[in-house]
């Protein structure tokens, strides 16, 4: 039996999950559009070259702890080790890891079978049952926290109960252990409004809606780390927002740009200065890098060349 104290550190962990759950739910949808037309869709490691400043390194992740995934190509590792500054989303703690637990929590006085109606919280239940969470605990979530927290294969939830960390915090601790500088490019609290500002009615629709996706988790898991490692990002973000335009909820288009493109301006915002310093490492997730309004893009907007390195 799992301990509690492995529990807590896996449930407290799903918030980097968070940022792909619409990707994953986009899985669902037919087959992708991937004739090239999304600007950087083919690629994981980007340099971004300026004159006069050494070059640096954008790197696309996936918020998960395969051994598939963790085992960074020649390429991408030697980029990570050579550079004395590495910059992630968000940098992980103690305090953040608590910050997040407690955001997922419903105020006192509400509850989340209350807030479903039975009928689909007990479905629900059901379905949080493998990730190790009961029906007390189910009770005080959110609604979008069961979402985020339902989307574990057992695969993964087999390798958070021995310590294995999703490929960004592993990094994270990797650059850490080396003595490099580790920068952040948002704060947990700037992740997390994102998903408090769905609007309840929207956050049940989605996670509703979502009850079947969930159920073939481990295929639609599957699909995307394939994508993934054979670096078509296009396929990952074509989907995403095609099964963003087919969403029963209506604050989906909203939560897309939300989740995407206004964080990709202010992540391009933030990592100004390490470009400018040169040799630095950013890692970002995946369908964070593609697409008109994509990180490559914008830096490419802003002088910077762009050569594709894996």
Do not use: C
């Not at 037919?30 to 400043?53: F, M, N, S, T």
């Not at 390798?159 to 850490?176: I, Y």
């Amino acid at each position: 039996m799992r301990s509690a104290a492995m529990l807590r550190n896996r449930f407290s962990m799903t918030w980097r999950h968070a940022i792909l759950v619409l990707a994953l739910l986009a899985l669902a949808a037919g087959p992708a559009i991937a004739d090239g037309r999304v600007p950087y869709g083919q690629g994981l490691l980007w340099k971004v070259e300026h004159a006069g400043i050494t070059p640096s390194y954008v790197f696309g992740t996936m918020h998960v702890n395969d051994p598939r995934v963790r085992n960074l190509p020649p390429p991408v590792r030697s980029a990570f080790n050579g550079a004395d500054l590495a910059a992630f989303e968000v940098v992980f703690s103690d305090a953040v890891r608590k910050q997040i637990f407690q955001a997922k929590l419903l105020p006192e006085g509400r509850a989340l079978d209350e807030i479903l109606g039975q009928r689909l919280f007990d479905e629900v239940a059901d379905l949080a049952a493998h990730t190790g969470i009961d029906r007390d605990r189910l009770r005080r979530m959110k609604p979008w926290a069961v979402l985020v927290s339902l989307y574990y294969p057992q695969g993964e939830i087999a390798r958070f109960s021995v310590g294995e960390l999703p490929l960004d915090v592993w990094m994270q601790t990797d650059a850490q252990s080396r003595g490099a500088a580790i920068f952040g490019l948002e704060t947990a609290e700037e992740q997390l409004t994102i998903f408090d500002e769905i609007p309840e009615a929207d956050q049940i629709t989605m996670l509703r809606d979502s009850t079947a996706t969930i159920r073939r988790i481990d295929e639609y898991i599957e699909n995307m780390t394939q994508l993934y490692i054979a670096g078509d990002i296009g396929a990952l973000y074509t989907q995403f927002f095609d099964e963003v335009a087919a969403s029963n909820a209506a604050y989906a288009r909203t939560f897309a740009v939300k989740l995407v493109n206004e964080r990709n301006r202010k992540m391009v915002e933030r990592m100004e200065d390490l470009l400018r310093q040169g040799g630095a490492f950013i890692a970002v997730g995946a369908l964070h890098l593609p697409g008109e309004q994509g990180i490559l893009r914008l830096l490419q907007r802003q002088g910077y060349g762009i050569v594709r390195v894996y």
